[in-house]
């Protein structure tokens, strides 16, 4: 398997750190808003990779950090006059609804960047120690020209980046170098040896890494944006503070998402967020237009682009009920054709996974799977498929619905929406024990558990 490394900008084989398991940070969002298709674009496609990963065999460990603190979201709940943390708070939930729609369901644990104000105080200590770092009346700040690596990632050179930079601070030693701790007065503040103050951004990103997975992990995603300098700062810090080299072992990052041609903005009125697409459409459809481009390259966002998306999708769902129906009739078990269409299935499987392989790419795969779809349905006219066939083309089809997240068999879908049903029924029962109607409240346990479902309280 080839995975592209934003690193040494080529494809290169993929070799876990450590034999089979592989640690995964991706970085999370600034929760100052609502989760917007952008969002959607990147964790879609990073979910794909943790599944295709999970697929292949590997012990993948998922690690996402949510920002909960910075000056965007201190902005947005001064203007709303409401507690910051409370804000984040609450697009944090938005955003875990939004991804759970979008069946992106693979993050093992998200760590908040406020829940690790220790680990990122530590990690400021040890580069102070280091010399790496340095305190100033108005922070604590990392002196980049003291790390001889800084802009490998980028492929910058820190002295051109300085001299073309007015220093925005006069008490830095370098216009570049990046706040590790900023010391502030006015709320929200912490505590720390340097005075009331927050954390930088960057900072916060590595002492999680370093607590989750220590000094070096194998992934480290992002969109494009983050290369420079959110990423940069972050090689600087983690391999400064652990001594460990490289920090990652493949860099990767996704195309970003634009809306008409256009960067998507709120000036520009071409912004869209999670919740106002899936009013217009079914979250597999836009699921499918991310993975129908590949993960690294721009996406152009368009209704036109939708359709076409459901267009294919149904195209997908067709052939699933064909099957069914198929499956139910009176036909032969076995025919003079099976070995042909036994042969066309393991190729398409080939193609599919080695297309995956090819540095996830999905818009390969994805065409595997519709010329496959073609030749079934020219088999399907002339009656050449038998019930064995089409068992093994629905085995296949789950296979590669399991890997993309997309719910391609009629039967899986009833499954998902008796999961809905589900759900809905704990949360009704949640509020009648919040009410004490305990009796309601128990009959809902009791009647789910008559059909094999069980509900434990913890
Ligand atoms: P943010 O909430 O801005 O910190 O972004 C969280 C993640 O979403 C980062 O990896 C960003 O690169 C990514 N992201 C933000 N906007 C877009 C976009 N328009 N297209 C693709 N990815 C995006």
């Given at each position: 398997?080839?995975?592209?490394?934003?690193?040494?900008?080529?494809?290169?084989?993929?070799?876990?750190?450590?034999?089979?398991?592989?640690?995964?940070?991706?970085?999370?969002?600034?929760?100052?808003?609502?989760?917007?298709?952008?969002?959607?674009?990147?964790?879609?496609?990073?979910?794909?990779?943790?599944?295709?990963?999970?697929?292949?065999?590997?012990?993948?460990?998922?690690?996402?950090?949510?920002?909960?603190?910075?000056?965007?979201?201190?902005?947005?709940?001064?203007?709303?006059?409401?507690?910051?943390?409370?804000?984040?708070?609450?697009?944090?939930?938005?955003?875990?609804?939004?991804?759970?729609?979008?069946?992106?369901?693979?993050?093992?644990?998200?760590?908040?960047?406020?829940?690790?104000?220790?680990?990122?105080?530590?990690?400021?200590?040890?580069?102070?120690?280091?010399?790496?770092?340095?305190?100033?009346?108005?922070?604590?700040?990392?002196?980049?020209?003291?790390?001889?690596?800084?802009?490998?990632?980028?492929?910058?050179?820190?002295?051109?980046?300085?001299?073309?930079?007015?220093?925005?601070?006069?008490?830095?030693?370098?216009?570049?170098?990046?706040?590790?701790?900023?010391?502030?007065?006015?709320?929200?503040?912490?505590?720390?040896?340097?005075?009331?103050?927050?954390?930088?951004?960057?900072?916060?990103?590595?002492?999680?890494?370093?607590?989750?997975?220590?000094?070096?992990?194998?992934?480290?995603?992002?969109?494009?944006?983050?290369?420079?300098?959110?990423?940069?700062?972050?090689?600087?810090?983690?391999?400064?503070?652990?001594?460990?080299?490289?920090?990652?072992?493949?860099?990767?990052?996704?195309?970003?998402?634009?809306?008409?041609?256009?960067?998507?903005?709120?000036?520009?009125?071409?912004?869209?967020?999670?919740?106002?697409?899936?009013?217009?459409?079914?979250?597999q459809v836009?699921?499918f237009?991310?993975?129908s481009?590949?993960?690294?390259?721009?996406?152009?966002?368009?209704?036109?682009?939708?359709q076409q998306s459901e267009k294919s999708l149904k195209r997908i769902h067709k052939l699933m009920e064909t099957i069914e129906e198929h499956l139910e009739m009176d036909i032969k078990q076995q025919n003079e054709n099976d070995n042909k269409y036994i042969k066309l299935i393991e190729n398409t499987g080939k193609e599919f996974?080695?297309?995956?392989?090819?540095?996830?790419?999905?818009p390969t795969a994805l065409s595997a799977l519709f010329n496959f779809i073609r030749d079934v349905n020219k088999g399907i006219n002339h009656g050449e498929i038998s019930k064995n066939v089409f068992k093994e083309i629905k085995l296949l089809f789950n296979e590669f619905g399991?890997?993309l997240?997309l719910t391609f068999s009629i039967k899986s879908s009833?499954?998902?929406?008796?999961?809905?049903?589900?759900?809905?029924?704990?949360?009704?029962?949640?509020?009648?024990?919040?009410?004490?109607?305990?009796?309601?409240?128990?009959?809902?346990?009791?009647?789910?558990?008559?059909?094999?479902?069980?509900?434990?309280?913890?």
């Open positions: 398997m080839k995975i592209y490394n934003t690193m040494t900008r080529k494809k290169e084989e993929f070799k876990p750190l450590n034999e089979n398991r592989v640690k995964m940070f991706v970085c999370g969002p600034t929760v100052y808003d609502k989760s917007h298709i952008g969002h959607g674009r990147t964790y879609i496609s990073f979910d794909v990779i943790a599944r295709y990963l999970k697929y292949k065999g590997y012990s993948l460990f998922y690690l996402q950090n949510i920002t909960d603190i910075d000056d965007k979201i201190i902005k947005r709940a001064n203007e709303l006059g409401i507690e910051p943390l409370k804000l984040a708070k609450e697009n944090e939930e938005l955003y875990f609804n939004d991804m759970e729609l979008l069946s992106v369901t693979n993050v093992n644990f998200y760590a908040r960047a406020m829940e690790h104000l220790n680990e990122i105080i530590n990690q400021i200590q040890t580069l102070i120690t280091k010399g790496f770092a340095y305190e100033t009346p108005t922070g604590v700040y990392f002196d980049e020209f003291c790390f001889e690596d800084f802009g490998k990632l980028s492929n910058r050179n820190i002295e051109e980046l300085n001299v073309s930079r007015v220093n925005p601070d006069p008490t830095k030693r370098n216009p570049g170098d990046f706040a590790l701790w900023k010391k502030r007065e006015e709320e929200p503040a912490w505590d720390s040896p340097w005075g009331k103050g927050r954390p930088g951004w960057h900072i916060e990103d590595t002492a999680i890494s370093e607590t989750y997975f220590g000094g070096q992990f194998d992934i480290h995603g992002g969109g494009l944006d983050l290369i420079f300098p959110h990423h940069e700062a972050e090689i600087a810090q983690m391999e400064s503070a652990t001594d460990k080299k490289p920090m990652v072992k493949y860099w990767m990052h996704t195309g970003f998402l634009n809306v008409g041609g256009e960067k998507m903005s709120k000036s520009l009125g071409n912004f869209i967020t999670i919740e106002k697409l899936l009013k217009e459409y079914d979250p836009f699921r237009f991310v993975l481009t590949h993960y690294r390259s721009p996406i152009d966002f368009s209704d036109e682009a939708l996974f080695k297309a995956m392989d090819n540095d996830f790419n999905t399991y890997v997240g009833k499954i998902d929406s008796a999961d809905e049903i589900v759900n809905i029924l704990v949360d009704i029962r949640e509020k009648l024990r919040k009410k004490k109607d305990y009796e309601l409240a128990d009959e809902i346990r009791g009647r789910l558990k008559d059909i094999g479902i069980n509900l434990e309280d913890k």
